[in-house]
């Protein structure tokens, strides 16, 4: 697996080696001894989830104040766009962020590690998006900034209007959101 630094050095993109035929192809999506020394510390996944969206879904952009939760995030089915957005006051990147597209073609995953914010678009008819988390989800703690706050000026992809959640609908900007120490 090729593993990459992106503008934010936490975060990373995973290329999986893949193994392909006329039969079909064989990857190995997670190997804990290499992940860990590619971030550089041990990391316990304690929960996968699997969504199914449609196209235009924006799902974002989520964080949790306290229980922060690392993520290692991928397509199985369709094609995303997925931004990480550090919202970690004392990193020299605090209000950055990092976008890169997600598909079930390309088999990359995305390291967005605790202390992001994290969102993404649905650029084909359906996704199907993988993640596994390293703290559970814990509503009471969860927050959102809006997807298209002016101050992070994230460049999504154009045509399409987000189809969003109320709660996501309802995402506060930047310069109000209430981050974690």
Do not use: C
């Not at 390291?111 to 509503?139: C, I, M, N, Q, R």
């Amino acid at each position: 697996m090729q593993i990459t630094s992106l503008a934010i050095p936490d975060v990373k993109l995973l290329e999986p080696k893949v193994f392909g035929d006329d039969r079909g192809f064989f990857l190995e999506s997670y190997n804990q001894k290499g992940f860990e020394a590619a971030i550089g510390r041990q990391v316990s996944f304690v929960q996968d989830n699997h969504s199914r969206s449609a196209k235009g879904v924006l799902r974002g952009l989520h964080y949790q104040i306290e229980q922060a939760q690392g993520k290692l995030v991928r397509v199985v089915q369709g094609e995303v766009f997925d931004v990480a957005v550090d919202v970690r006051k004392s990193s020299p990147t605090f209000g950055h962020w990092v976008g890169e597209i997600l598909s079930a073609e390309n088999k990359r995953q995305l390291w967005v590690p605790e202390g992001f914010a994290h969102g993404f678009l649905v650029l084909s008819d359906s996704a199907e998006f993988l993640y596994k988390v390293t703290e559970y989800y814990a509503p009471q703690y969860e927050r959102s900034i809006a997807w298209n706050d002016p101050q992070l000026n994230i460049a999504w992809p154009g045509g399409l209007t987000p189809l969003l959640s109320g709660k996501d609908a309802q995402g506060t900007s930047f310069a109000d959101a209430e981050l974690p120490d």
